[in-house]
């Protein structure tokens, strides 16, 4: 289910989580937590998750992309969520077991950046639209490989 992030988020709490944002991903970060009912446990080196539900112990990775991104050449195209295959194996592994559970949250925000709507999506779902394709990726400070899942993958409605 597709939940827009204006029914889950008062506009008034929106603004307070935004400015206690440090980065647009900690802002998305903030906002699942808030409509889930979620802790932060990005920063516990314990923790190989963004969240985690108190009550169920299920973790949670958000991504988030914005509707469009700016080309090299001038042109717009479709964003993509960047998903990292160790993290992915992770929540894999939380789902697989019989007391926990593991969870994405896809927000998609528009071209500026503001959070529009959310996903939440099985590992299981996620393994399907990436079906393998993990390549190489070149950051510095990462040595791991990634797929960019479009986003029309993760918001098309028959997912």
Not at 20 to 34: D, F, Q, W
Not at 62 to 89: C, I, M, P, Y
Request: with cysteine.
């Amino acid at each position: 289910m597709i939940r827009d992030v204006t029914e889950e988020v008062s506009y008034r709490r929106f603004q307070k989580l935004q400015e206690r944002a440090r980065t647009a991903g900690e802002l998305e970060e903030r906002i699942v937590a808030e409509a889930f009912d979620l802790l932060d446990v990005s920063g516990d080196d314990a923790e190989d998750a963004d969240l985690r539900n108190p009550r169920t112990q299920a973790r949670y990775e958000v991504k988030s992309a914005n509707a469009t991104v700016g080309s090299g050449n001038g042109e717009t195209e479709d964003g993509r969520f960047r998903l990292w295959e160790d993290q992915h194996r992770s929540i894999v592994g939380y789902d697989a077991q019989p007391d926990l559970a593991g969870w994405y949250v896809f927000v998609r925000c528009d071209r500026q950046g503001t959070p529009q709507v959310m996903r939440r999506v099985e590992p299981s779902t996620v393994t399907k639209l990436v079906d393998g394709r993990w390549n190489d990726a070149s950051h510095e400070g990462r040595d791991a490989r990634q797929y960019k899942l479009p986003i029309g993958e993760v918001f098309d409605e028959r997912l």
